[in-house]
């Protein structure tokens, strides 16, 4: 056989060796430990988008290798990154169950030139750390400046603020304050929760003492919304005609809803996603989630995150027909659309941030069940 023939049949045979190569997803998250809720809902909604929609893209198979970094251990995120490029060669990192954990494989990120896809940490800005790093969960300004707004707009006219006493519970109470008070409300109190073991009693009374329309209340977990939601019923602030305000999972239907229940009628949150969405991309994932996840808790939206990041990521791969490099990878997530089971969602190119739908939910009974049911659309919200 000539040189010429036989160089190129070994190229051949080179380039269908990577080919048949798995294309690897690295997962850094809290799988363990006291934020689990958000690093277990991940591999939910991962194995649903793979279950459903099959685990090759692009004649590539997927693969993907998780790693535990309790959610706070920023060493171990390092750690872990660093060991799934380099040993595991992976293609895309994702996960990041807060921010100081995105925070910290960002310049990883950068020098390797992976793409970094978070899917919880809701922290404002963290996408600039790295070029590389894009998000598919929400920021906290898209949740609370629309929520104050629209507090504002609903007869809601004094609000008393209390949040945990750290920077992203400081960072909530400021934009709700703003947007509230910009539509004419006045926030007639305020109070810094500490963020481990908080008794909430005291607040509470110093709330129902001042007598507000509404509370307005944030914490990191779905622990602080039980314990704060039972003092406030137990206290009697709802009976007083207090209205709750909350942000994100205070009030999740696992566990916060069945440990509560009807204590926690009439509460009011804002969010990305609500399980009681009508629309068909929504109905399918439901149904698939629970053919695949039949033992878990009800899919939250960390679940969703999880599943539209896979999407994401199958559709980046077929694009660019199976050879990724992180600065393709980029250019095609950078700017992508898609319709989630929360609403239409999309990238914003200049920010790699995601826009999206946000959601006013209010605990209602629906056929004897206690659910979040909508009562509200804030459409294409700007990550910002």
Do not use: C
Not at 50 to 70: L, S, T
Not at 217 to 226: K, N, T, W
């Amino acid at each position: 056989m000539k040189r010429s023939v036989l160089t190129a049949v070994l190229f051949a045979a080179l380039a269908t060796a990577q080919a048949q190569e798995p294309i690897r997803i690295g997962v850094i998250a809290a799988l363990t430990g006291p934020f689990a809720n958000t690093g277990k809902p991940f591999e939910d909604g991962i194995k649903t988008y793979m279950q459903q929609y099959g685990d090759q893209v692009a004649g590539r198979k997927i693969e993907i290798i998780y790693r535990d970094d309790g959610g706070t251990n920023v060493d171990q995120s390092k750690r872990a990154a660093q060991e799934l490029i380099t040993r595991e060669h992976v293609s895309f990192l994702i996960g990041f169950s807060l921010t100081p954990s995105a925070m910290a494989v960002a310049p990883i990120a950068t020098q390797a030139k992976m793409p970094m896809i978070v899917m919880n940490a809701v922290t404002n800005g963290i996408t600039a750390k790295s070029p590389y790093m894009l998000r598919t969960s929400m920021t906290m300004h898209q949740m609370t400046g629309p929520f104050g707004a629209w507090t504002a707009k609903n007869k809601i006219g004094k609000v008393y603020t209390l949040v945990s006493d750290y920077s992203t519970g400081l960072d909530a109470e400021a934009r709700f304050t703003k947007e509230f008070n910009a539509g004419g409300g006045k926030v007639v109190g305020s109070a810094r929760a500490p963020l481990a073991n908080p008794d909430y009693s005291p607040f509470i009374q110093r709330i129902k003492d001042e007598k507000p329309d509404a509370l307005f209340f944030f914490a990191p977990g779905v622990e602080d919304g039980i314990g704060l939601l039972k003092a406030f019923s137990d206290k009697g602030l709802d009976k007083a005609g207090i209205k709750f305000l909350g942000v994100g999972d205070m009030t999740s239907e696992t566990p916060t809803l069945e440990a509560l229940g009807d204590r926690a009628l009439g509460a009011v949150t804002v969010l990305n996603y609500a399980p009681t969405l009508d629309n068909d991309v929504n109905k399918a994932f439901l149904k698939a989630y629970a053919q695949t996840n039949p033992n878990r808790p009800p899919a939250t939206f960390v679940t969703v995150a999880a599943y539209d990041t896979m999407g994401m990521i199958y559709e980046t791969i077929r694009k660019l027909g199976g050879t990724i490099t992180g600065d393709k990878a980029m250019q095609v997530l950078a700017g992508m659309k898609r319709d989630s089971p929360r609403g239409p969602i999309s990238i914003d190119p200049a920010t790699r941030d995601i826009v999206q739908n946000m959601y006013i939910r209010e605990v209602k009974k629906v056929n004897g069940k206690l659910v979040n049911e909508p009562i509200a659309v804030l459409r294409d919200v700007s990550p910002n």
